[in-house]
Structure formats: C-alpha cells, structure tokens
C-alpha cells in the first residue's frame, strides 16, 4: 500500500511509527486488534550507529508530533517530506526504546555515502540474452559433425567461458589436433543461428526501470565485440547499453579484471555495484572481485549445483527489486 492510517507507539520501549490500511484500521478501532506484551526480548544493544549519523537521526525523531490522532495519508520521508512507496528503514536505540526512522534514497544516500548498491552489472549470454540452448545446439552440433562425445555436465560446464576453454574441456585428447575444427563449427553454428538469440522476457523492461530510478547498468560479457554488436543489433534500448566486451581485457573470467574494469568505468566502489550472471564462473568472478553476486537462474531445474544456495537467487529480471 501507498497510504495508510498512521498512529504512533511510544510505549513498552518504542518509538515509531504503526500503519493500517482500512480493514485493519476498522479492527483496531473495534478492539480485535490491540497492543500487547512483547513476547520476546528484544537486545537493544545491538543497534548501533555511528555516533554523528546517530545524532541526526535522533534530532528527526524529535520533531515527531507523537500525541497527533491519527491520519491517514501517504508515506513520507522524515527528513525531506517527501512522498515515498520504497525507504530506508532505520532502527535505532536511544535512552532504552526503539526509534524507527524512515529515510526517502536521496536522504539515506545522504546519511550512509557508499553504502548501497547503485551499479547493476549484467552477464550477456544466458542472462540478458536467452542463448543458453544456442550455445549448448552449437556444441551439440559441432561434436556430432567431429565425432566428438558432448555430455551434460560439459554442457553445464562451459556456460561463462570462452569457446576456447570449453573447447579445451570437451575434446578428449586423443582428438585435441581438433580443437581450431571444433571450435569454429561452434562458432558458425551460433552465427548462423542468432537470430534465436532474444532477451528474455522481462530484461529489457526491467534494465529500462533500473535506469528511470537512477542505476548505472553496464554489461561486462566474455563474448566479442563482434558478437555482441551482431546480437544487441535488432534491440533497440539494448544496444545503446555500455558494454566491456573480450578485446578490453587480457584475462579470461574468473579472472577479477574485466568486473573491476567494468566497476572503475561505472565510476563505483566494488562494494557499490552488483553483477547478475547465469554461470558459476560468474559466481566466481564476482568472489574475486569482491562484488555482490546475484544468480539468475530461469530454470530452477537446471540449476547449476555448484552455486551455494545462500547465493541470492531471481528467475525473473524483475525480481532484482527486491535485492537492491
């Protein structure tokens, strides 16, 4: 909900604001629903703060007018005013009660500098771009043109590295004199079948909406220039993004080197950005670099068993709201 009735509890060790929307405002009205004795302790110690960010948070509580009746209205900022459906929510402990302070992006950016995420940074194959099964085809392909035996757990394998390592994964060695045919039969296979490559349903709304609420979102790809250019090419609002491609960097994931340079161009901290990647050699990646990683797994069925399943994880573009 966007309004909702406001009442203020300032009693058992609280300070902070309550919300209803209408049918449970009617219910605490009527008495089913009321205030009772806290069932479990709370330790108060734990929430620290800094002491200058914590004596501005205080001085916002304080003009509070806690006796108000209640109202009902729009959620605002406590620092600006300012209408809001998304904050920042701040506890605190002053004098032995809980304060909750609600702070609109710009304000808690104010307050807590370099501390959220404000860079997405997007893997292409697989991730923004449904090429999974194109690139697995083209393997198929080019084993089945070779004689060359491609199993499952290879396929699984070579998501996040170039043709030349997959390469290098796949052909037995008793064929390694194949590598250059093997390779390049991939590689036409896919050319010749881009067309399938499309984004998945809801990434190119999702990166558009990313961009309107102010994320700086670039695409860091082990993939070419030339294949990038050929595969952004029929997407409008795609190609107009900011790409680190192969020829930028000189060492293949999970090499750190092509997220930090993507990171040093966004203008970020590493802590700043995130990267959002369909493979564990991005998950590995983004371990050394020390970026937040978040799993994009369309197919929970298909899930790559390597990647902890502590790893924030969204199937959809659109649930990377949640977890920035």
Same mark, same amino acid.
């Given at each position: 909900?966007?309004?909702?009735?406001?009442?203020?509890?300032?009693?058992?060790?609280?300070?902070?604001?309550?919300?209803?929307?209408?049918?449970?405002?009617?219910?605490?009205?009527?008495?089913?629903?009321?205030?009772?004795?806290?069932?479990?302790?709370?330790?108060?110690?734990?929430?620290?703060?800094?002491?200058?960010?914590?004596?501005?948070?205080?001085?916002?509580?304080?003009?509070? %007018?806690?006796?108000? $009746?209640?109202? @009902?209205?729009?959620?605002? =900022?406590?620092?600006?005013? /300012? #209408?809001?459906? +998304?904050?920042?929510?701040?506890?605190?402990?002053?004098?032995?009660?809980?304060?909750?302070?609600?702070?609109?992006?710009?304000?808690?950016?104010?307050?807590?500098?370099?501390?959220?995420?404000?860079?997405?940074?997007?893997?292409?194959?697989?991730?923004?771009?449904?090429?999974?099964?194109?690139?697995?085809?083209?393997?198929?392909?080019?084993?089945?043109?070779?004689?060359?035996?491609?199993?499952?757990?290879?396929?699984?394998?070579?998501?996040?590295?170039?043709?030349?390592?997959?390469?290098?994964?796949?052909?037995?060695?008793?064929?390694?004199?194949?590598?250059?045919?093997?390779?390049?039969?991939?590689?036409?296979?896919?050319?010749?079948?881009?067309?399938?490559?499309?984004?998945?349903?809801?990434?190119?709304?999702?990166? %558009?909406?990313?961009? $309107?609420?102010? @994320?700086?979102?670039?695409? =860091?790809?082990?993939?070419? /220039? #030339?294949?990038? +250019?050929?595969?952004?090419?029929?997407?409008?609002?795609?190609?107009?993004?900011?790409?680190?491609?192969?020829?930028?960097?000189?060492?293949?994931?999970?090499?750190?080197?092509?997220?930090?340079?993507?990171?040093?161009?966004?203008?970020?901290?590493?802590?700043?950005?995130?990267?959002?990647?369909?493979?564990?050699?991005?998950?590995?990646?983004?371990?050394?670099?020390?970026?937040?990683?978040?799993?994009?797994?369309?197919?929970?069925?298909?899930?790559?068993?390597?990647?902890?399943?502590?790893?924030?994880?969204?199937?959809?573009?659109?649930?990377?709201?949640?977890?920035?």
């Amino acid at each position: 909900m966007r309004k909702a009735w406001h009442h203020w509890l300032t009693k058992g060790g609280y300070k902070t604001p309550v919300h209803f929307c209408h049918a449970c405002q009617e219910e605490f009205r009527s008495g089913r629903i009321r205030t009772n004795k806290e069932k479990a302790k709370v330790d108060k110690s734990k929430f620290k703060f800094p002491i200058k960010e914590k004596e501005k948070l205080i001085k916002l509580s304080k003009k509070w %007018g806690v006796k108000a $009746k209640p109202t @009902y209205r729009m959620f605002t =900022c406590d620092e600006c005013n /300012k #209408d809001m459906y +998304k904050a920042y929510h701040i506890w605190l402990a002053e004098k032995g009660s809980l304060i909750e302070i609600h702070l609109c992006r710009e304000c808690g950016d104010k307050l807590f500098p370099g501390k959220r995420i404000c860079g997405i940074i997007y893997d292409l194959d697989g991730t923004i771009l449904s090429t999974q099964k194109l690139h697995e085809n083209a393997w198929l392909f080019a084993g089945k043109t070779l004689n060359i035996p491609v199993s499952h757990q290879m396929l699984i394998n070579q998501r996040g590295i170039s043709n030349k390592e997959a390469a290098l994964m796949m052909i037995p060695q008793n064929k390694k004199h194949l590598l250059d045919k093997f390779q390049k039969a991939k590689a036409e296979y896919v050319n010749k079948n881009l067309k399938r490559a499309v984004p998945f349903p809801d990434a190119t709304e999702t990166i %558009g909406r990313l961009l $309107k609420e102010r @994320y700086n979102v670039w695409i =860091c790809t082990s993939a070419k /220039k #030339d294949f990038v +250019k050929k595969a952004l090419k029929p997407f409008k609002d795609l190609r107009k993004m900011n790409v680190v491609w192969r020829e930028m960097y000189k060492k293949e994931k999970p090499s750190a080197e092509a997220l930090n340079l993507t990171i040093g161009k966004m203008g970020l901290s590493n802590k700043q950005a995130c990267y959002v990647g369909d493979a564990f050699n991005d998950y590995k990646t983004s371990l050394k670099a020390r970026v937040k990683f978040i799993y994009f797994c369309p197919d929970k069925k298909r899930r790559d068993p390597r990647i902890p399943k502590s790893v924030p994880t969204i199937s959809f573009h659109k649930e990377i709201f949640k977890l920035v």
